[in-house]
Every structure is written in C-alpha cells, then in structure tokens.
C-alpha cells in the first residue's frame, strides 16, 4: 500500500510526488486554503506523513493530533516549529522534526544587513535622498568593527552570524544555555550580554522559556543607543516593552524581520519609527535556503518510508517498532 502523505505547506502535490519519485509509491494529499481546521483534521487522521504548514497558516493542535493515529512523522519544513504541539505529538508517539539549519546563511546575511543598515542610517537616507535631501551630515555612522556585538543563542543561525561579525573584526559575545566551543567569541551571563553590547542580536527558539525572553527589565539593561535586531520569533520580544524603550530614546534603533503578530497590523508603532528596519519575515527566504529545505523534507520522509529513524527530532520519539521494514 502507498503511504499517504498530507502537506500542509504551500507545495503542490507533484512537488511533493517528485521528491519521492523512484524511490517509494506515496499518496500525496494537499489541504486547499485559506486555512480550513475540517480539512487539516479529516486528512491528517489518515495520514501516515505529514509535512507540517511553514507559514503557520494550518496548525496541529492536541485535538488533532489525538486524531492521527496512523501517524509516524510530522515534518516541518522550516526551523521552528511552534505550530505544532510538539509535547501532545510526544504523548501520541509521533516524532516532530524540523529543517534545522536550512536558512543559518540566509538569516545570518539579513542580520548583518540589518545591523550596518541601522548604523549607518542606510535605509533612512535612501529615503531622504528620493524625497530631495541631501543629508549627508546626519549620516554619520559607525563601523561594525568597532562594535561589541552580542549574540543570544549560539545555534546553527547565531555561529553563522558569528563568523561573519568576526571577519568585520566585532567583539563577539554570546548567551546560551550550553557552553559552545568557538574560537573568537565569548560566553556571558545575558544580563552581561545585554548591558556590554553595542547591538543584541536574538536567536533562540520559541518555547515557554524563550516568551518575552527580551522584556521591559531587559531592553532597560541594554547600552543607551544600543540597537535591537530580532530574526528568531516575534514573541521572542515584547513588543510594547521595544516601542517604549525606543520611543523613550533608551535604544538607538531595533532591526526586526518578525513580530508578535504576522502580518503587523498597519497601526503598529513601528512602522512609522524612523529608527526601525523592518522586514515581512523573510530573513530565511532565499533560493538556496528553499531548496535545502526541500532536501531535507525529502531525506527524512525517504528515511522513515525506509524504516529508519528520522533525523532534527525535536520532541524526543523514537520511532522503533511502529516504523515500517
């Protein structure tokens, strides 16, 4: 019998087909939008493969997954994963993996963008110069080799922006739960990160630990004129807690690709900040990022279509004897 696969993300079903083809005969089922929770129930209780919705558009809920009982693997294809319950997947016996480490370049370059955007007031005097102006004596910035830059989360994204900050010739400090070992770069408390650092950079996870991980008494330890850049999870931040600290003058600017609701509305005060670069989360969202996502969905559906483990568990199943052989 093929194996159904129901994707949720915006792949078509041939996609999906000819990532598999030659190798295993699958049933590919897709779920129409706009987001339809019926749909996303009725099939994911018959799937045995799920290829989870990157754009958080159809979630999985424990009410659905108590459904799918048929179920081995739901595969996201991104980094996080937050759209699914992971902890009820684990209660049911079905492994969550991730992309983990598919978009470290691609993110890792739009946070350097972001950060020399910021301090050196590219975005602002592009403006400036359409309107008419010539507003060379505002522009003065500053040079990123000068900076102490700090990095929450050394992951697979925070050592690629790492790198790239010690080749300007950064100082590079970071804050992480587990020690790394990387050459160049220094482990410090967060509260140390937070009020040595020129720029904080955030890249961690989104869990119950991580929620407002930066709030008000954090975005008041920071430097004076420091800059904030978020390209992890919008509720990674509080958001009211950064509009006030940069309304307030505290922080020099923030550069964020995500927010605590996507899309922002159009009255969020960010948009009108002159100090602010912002993008529609698409720090990840390059060519070559998308195809490594792509390989990866398809080398773990081929592994566990194989009957072996799938790889980037992130919930802590394993599969065992429920795989097929």
């Known amino acids: 019998m093929?194996?159904?696969?129901?994707?949720?993300?915006?792949?078509?079903?041939?996609q999906v087909e000819d990532l598999l083809a030659g190798r295993h005969a699958v049933e590919v089922v897709t779920v129409p939008d706009p987001p339809a929770p019926e749909a996303v129930l009725r099939e994911c209780s018959?799937?045995?493969?799920?290829?989870?919705?990157?754009?958080?558009?159809?979630?999985?809920p424990r009410e659905v997954l108590q459904r799918m009982t048929r179920c081995l693997l739901i595969q996201m294809p991104a980094v996080?994963?937050?759209?699914?319950?992971?902890?009820?997947?684990?209660?049911?016996?079905?492994?969550?993996a991730n992309a983990a480490g598919y978009n470290r370049d691609a993110v890792a370059d739009w946070t350097v963008m972001a950060i020399l955007n910021l301090i050196r007031r590219g975005s602002w005097g592009d403006r400036r110069l359409r309107d008419g102006a010539w507003p060379k004596p505002e522009m003065m910035g500053r040079e990123l080799?000068?900076?102490?830059?700090?990095?929450?989360?050394?992951?697979?994204?925070?050592?690629?922006?790492?790198?790239?900050?010690?080749?300007?010739?950064?100082?590079?400090?970071?804050?992480?739960v587990v020690e790394k070992s990387f050459a160049g770069v220094e482990r410090v408390s967060l509260e140390d990160l937070l009020e040595l650092a020129d720029v904080v950079c955030v890249h961690v996870p989104l869990n119950a630990e991580t929620h407002h991980l930066i709030e008000a008494e954090a975005l008041a330890r920071m430097a004076k004129?420091?800059?904030?850049?978020?390209?992890?999870?919008?509720?990674?931040?509080?958001?009211?807690?950064?509009?006030?600290?940069?309304?307030?003058?505290?922080?020099?600017g923030a550069g964020l690709d995500v927010f605590e609701q996507e899309p922002t509305p159009t009255n969020n005060p960010l948009r009108r900040m002159e100090n602010v670069f912002l993008s529609p989360h698409v720090g990840g969202a390059t060519l070559e990022a998308e195809a490594r996502a792509l390989e990866v969905v398809?080398?773990?559906?081929?592994?566990?279509?194989?009957?072996?483990e799938p790889a980037n568990v992130v919930n802590g199943v394993k599969l065992g004897a429920r795989l097929r052989r």
């Open 2 to 14: 093929p194996a159904r696969i129901v994707c949720l993300s915006p792949y078509a079903k041939k």
């Open 46 to 60: 018959l799937a045995e493969l799920v290829i989870a919705d990157k754009r958080h558009a159809h979630r999985l």
């Open 80 to 96: 996080g994963y937050d759209v699914i319950d992971d902890r009820a997947a684990a209660e049911f016996g079905i492994a969550v």
């Open 145 to 176: 080799g000068a900076l102490t830059v700090g990095i929450v989360g050394l992951g697979n994204v925070g050592s690629a922006v790492a790198t790239r900050l010690l080749a300007f010739g950064s100082r590079v400090l970071y804050a992480d």
């Open 225 to 252: 004129g420091a800059y904030l850049i978020n390209a992890s999870r919008g509720p990674v931040v509080d958001e009211k807690a950064l509009v006030a600290a940069l309304e307030s003058g505290h922080l020099g």
């Open 298 to 308: 398809r080398d773990n559906l081929v592994r566990v279509l194989d009957g072996e």
